[in-house]
Each structure stands twice: as C-alpha cells, then as structure tokens.
C-alpha cells in the first residue's frame, strides 16, 4: 500500500514483511538498507513500526549497531593512542552512544526506540525491542563479541530468523558466531580496547582479545575479496531453500539462523579444518 506521492505505509510494509514470511512472535535480526526500501510515510521509525508489528505481540527485533566512535582501529593489535588521545575518547555509554552508520542507518532507529535494550559490548553492541531483549544482549562483555554465551549465540538459541531487508549478503552478522565456534586451525585473532564506564562510573580502558571478524582466515582478510561471510552465504543461497520477495521497493531474503549456523560450520570445517567437530 502506498500513500502520498507514492510512498509506502507502515501497514503495507507490515504486509509485505507478512508476505515474505514473517510471522507474530519471530525473533528476528535486521540488516536493512532505508534507500532500498524507499520513501515511506513516517519515515524510518514508521520501518521499525512496520518490523515490530509484523512480529507483534511476543516476538523480538534484534540488530547489531556497534558504536560510532568505536576505536577498534585505533587500537587494534599494537595499535595505540596517545595519553591525550585516551582522556579525549568519550566512555562507551549503551544509553547515549550513536551507532555505527557503516551498519545501516535504521540502527540508530532501532537504538532510540522508547523499548529497546543495548548490550555493553562498545565495538559489537546489539540492540533488541521485544519480551527478549533483556535476555538476548544481557552480559556481553569485550572478549566475547560473538562466540559462545554471546548474543548471537542465544539468538541461534531460540531459533531467531535473519531479515535481509535490501542489504547485501555479506551483512549476515550470525555467520561471525558461526566462524567463533567452527573447529578450524589457524584462526585469526586480535587485541583491542575499549573505554567503558565501570561501577562507580568512571572510565576506565578495558583490553581484550577475540576472533577477527574482518577475516577469520589469511585467505578472507584480501581487500577487495569476499570474506568468509559472503563467502559461505554465497553457497548457501545456491543450494539452500529459503524465501525472498519485496518489501517496499527493496528485495529482500528470509534466513533461518539455526540452519543458516550449520552449514557455516560445516562448510567452514570442510573447506579448512575437521568436519564435524565444531559446535553446532
């Protein structure tokens, strides 16, 4: 359905959303481009209205948003900052800090929604409106961004569905909970750290270690190469079922993350390490 001068409603992209799968209580994770979809009436938080109506009354909208002034760059692997560099750098707050635009710009939507609840992680900070927010972004702490106990993990948990709504392969952040857990040699991993506000609400610089999500492996670390996420999503759209349609003017695909998780390993431990040792 579309309104004034052709742009869409949030009852019609709720239908569209219906359309391509969605359905009332579905914990869904978003990745979306608001250019792909179109104008719409009310604009991007008439979008987010649209995704929690589609999954009303119990389901959950999940999105990883990050933080826009990050510095994981700054910091990575012997990377530092000088001492005024450091004292500048504002404390990770989830009540107050932006989102990081390279992610999608419905996350800062998403982020300010009078109901949603944001994980402490700085760098890997999600977001989720619904009964299971607190339950999904709850203690997700730097060293942990999305392996096991994080909330990618509880995600695949509860049988969570991933949206692509115009937003590219590659996108797929539950593939990195894939890449923690697959039973492969030689992953990569990396030092970084972060200022967060500690008890008493001071900040302090928190260092931590984890897998690289830039590329797990050397041969997906390649600028201008697919990485492993585009790598494996690639074979999954080829060979596995799943739904795909329009919502607004933006082509968009329905994955279901447990499956989506599976074959990630399985493939990832095929191509390079022990099939069938991996978690999941």
Partial sequence: ?????????????????????????DVVMVHASLRAVGSVEGGPDAVVGALLDAIAPQGTLLAYVSWDRSPYEETLNSRTLTVQERDAWPAFDPATAGTYPGFGALNAFIVRHPDARRSDHPDASMAAIGPLAEGLVAGHAPGNAFGPGSPLDRFVAVGGRVLLLGAPLDAVTVLHYAEAVAAVPGKRR???????????????????????????????????????????????????????????????????????????????????????????
């Fill in 1 to 25: 359905m579309t309104g004034e001068a052709g742009a869409r409603t949030r009852a019609g992209l709720m239908r569209d959303l219906w359309g391509l799968g969605l359905r009332p209580g």
């Fill in 190 to 280: 990396v030092t970084y750290a972060m200022p967060v506000l500690d008890a008493d609400g001071r900040k302090v610089w928190v260092r931590a270690e984890d897998y690289d999500s830039n590329g797990i492996l050397d041969q997906y670390a390649v600028p201008g190469q697919p990485d492993a996420v585009e790598t494996v999503m690639r074979a999954y759209v080829a060979e596995r079922p799943h739904r795909s349609g329009r919502v607004g003017d933006a082509p968009c695909r329905l994955f279901e993350a447990p499956d989506l998780v599976r074959f990630a390993v399985d493939r990832l431990e095929r191509w390079h390490g022990t099939p069938g040792a991996g978690a999941g």
